[in-house]
């Protein structure tokens, strides 16, 4: 067994074995924060779920799926880069605190037109945009919130290990109980369970004890904070590839979530609670990706590991599109939620780790307008593609683009090793 790896900013060892997992528990911020958002990621995943079932039952149409995929992301593509100007000006809780409210706002709305049986397409569009505001906002603020909730940046990784885990410990429960509810009871209740559990991260963020955070005195123009985070990311060689790679994955990838009542009811020849399952596989996965990367000492290795994990993910999904077997179908979701999640959180890290401060809201941004700003796009492709040469082949193609995207960064990660010494990311595993 090797020895502790020493704190590179006080000389301090950095525990192992179960301690190290849950390491960032011990600031009594990010515990309320856990706990949460814990309540309230799983109705959101309920909400997700839910909506994708509801718009598939009011139309039958694979190309109306895209289309409120499209309207629910778009706005992150365009409003996000403002939002990490303001994450790197404004109190970062406060901001939370609005973000969650409207988001609360949202679901019991939903959950109000859908219990009076008068939901209509054009409604749920109309929430879908307006989610899609909130969202544009809420991930560059949280992210970045992260680091002041902890502390010290040594620890950040864990964190946003632990984090992931908790959203996959509520995908795998959250699309459980909502494939079963709309079975019994049909979406609207799903709507309403995610309204009240905001309550509980809006209660996590009042009792938070925030110390005060020097924040960049806002004497520019928000255009020229925007201009000055993008020439920054774009000119630096790690963060650029890094944002590409994200970009491409969550275009021709990540839109394999809106197509699986499709699969669930036509290739799986199943109803909601198939879906539920399916859902469910995906975070048993990526729950597995996120335990492990919280186990690991510090980022060391994790610039190669951007490679190899979209690389699973591409090959996953690619598999699961030409499956016609259910349990088969349910291990290649587990395949494919690992290398999603740690896709994802591998890119997260880094990209914070090797960010400057003062931009690292911008910078959150930008993993935003990749993450899920290229979703709209990637939900209208896949949906007018899956409309014309089916679900399984939209898929398949899709898998193989992200193989090929994680070729391509990986034949820059020896020019990545040598900008980026100093943090080791691109280096040596550990």
Wanted: charged share 10%; glycine share 10%; with cysteine.
């Amino acid at each position: 067994m090797s020895a502790p790896l020493p704190n590179p900013d006080n000389g301090s060892e950095i525990p192992s074995g179960l301690k190290n997992t849950f390491r960032t528990l011990k600031y009594r911020n990010f515990r309320l924060f856990y706990a949460g958002q814990g309540v309230s990621v799983i109705g959101t995943w309920m909400q997700m779920v839910a909506m994708s079932w509801l718009v598939y039952r009011l139309t039958n149409s694979p190309t109306l799926l895209g289309v409120v995929g499209f309207v629910g992301n778009l706005p992150s593509f365009i409003f996000a880069p403002f939002a990490g100007v303001y994450a790197d000006r404004w109190n970062r809780r406060r901001m939370m605190l609005v973000i969650q409210t409207l988001a609360m706002i949202q679901a019991f709305i939903l959950a109000a037109l859908v219990l009076t049986n008068v939901i209509t397409v054009w409604q749920i569009l109309c929430l879908s945009i307006f989610l899609g505001f909130i969202n544009a906002f809420d991930m560059p603020v949280r992210q970045s919130f992260l680091l002041d909730m902890i502390e010290k940046k040594e620890d950040l990784s864990n964190a946003i290990a632990l984090n992931s885990s908790m959203v996959n410990v509520s995908r795998l429960i959250g699309p459980s109980i909502a494939g079963i509810l709309i079975a019994v009871v049909g979406e609207g209740y799903c709507f309403l369970i995610n309204g009240i559990s905001f309550l509980a991260v809006l209660a996590a963020l009042l009792a938070m004890r925030i110390p005060p955070h020097q924040q960049k005195k806002a004497t520019e123009p928000v255009w020229e904070g925007l201009k000055e985070g993008l020439v920054y990311a774009f000119s630096n060689v790690p963060i650029r590839s890094i944002i590409l790679l994200l970009a491409l994955v969550n275009l021709v990838g990540m839109p394999y979530t809106i197509l699986m009542p499709i699969f669930a009811k036509n290739i799986l020849h199943g109803g909601p609670h198939t879906l539920g399952f399916l859902m469910a596989a995906i975070g048993v996965g990526a729950l597995a990706a996120a335990v492990f990367l919280a186990s690991r000492k510090s980022v060391r290795g994790l610039g190669k590991y951007i490679a190899y994990t979209s690389a699973l993910f591409g090959l996953g999904l690619a598999a699961f599109a030409m499956s016609h077997v259910f349990w088969v179908s349910m291990a290649l979701m587990l395949v494919t939620g690992f290398g999603m999640i740690s896709n994802m959180a591998a890119s997260n890290t880094v990209l914070q780790t090797i960010a400057d401060e003062d931009k690292r809201g911008r910078i959150m941004s930008l993993y935003t307008v990749a993450f899920r700003g290229m979703a709209p796009f990637g939900s209208l492709l896949a949906g007018s593609v899956a409309g014309a040469i089916g679900a399984p082949l939209t898929l398949f193609i899709g898998g193989l683009c992200c193989v090929l995207g994680a070729l391509a960064y990986a034949r820059v990660i020896p020019r990545l090793n040598r900008l980026d010494r100093a943090n080791g990311v691109f280096g040596p595993a550990e």
